[in-house]
């Protein structure tokens, strides 16, 4: 597995753990630790908690699942021949694309290049 897809599904995960991690960064056991009571550990709590941070993490999974399976592909034990890996890029392309102009309203359209 590449380290492309490693970070990948470490964010998954950690945007899974979402309101997990906003209960435990809210909680009174939280606070009164020692880690909460920390520089560190503030500056992590003002980051979960931040509204901003799981938009562009949702944003960032968007756009790179695509991807995904086209690494997939190209990463598999079985080897297929190059005119497969084009039309199993034909769809994920698609999708990345329907993405990004959905989420034109917001910032990301200065990252369209069509």
Known sequence: MTRFATTY???????E????????????????????TSQEGRKVQ??????????????CLKVVAPLMVVLRLVDSDVKQQW?????????PK????ATLIISRKGNISRFLPF
């Open 9 to 15: 599904l470490t964010l998954a995960c950690l945007y």
């Open 83 to 91: 005119d497969l890996y084009m039309r199993g890029w034909i769809a």
């Open 94 to 97: 698609r999708r990345l694309k």
């Open 17 to 36: 753990m979402k309101t997990s991690l906003m209960t435990m960064f809210n909680s009174e056991e939280w606070k009164t630790s020692k880690f909460g």
């Open 46 to 59: 003002n980051v979960v908690l931040d509204s901003r941070f799981w938009k562009n993490v949702s944003i």
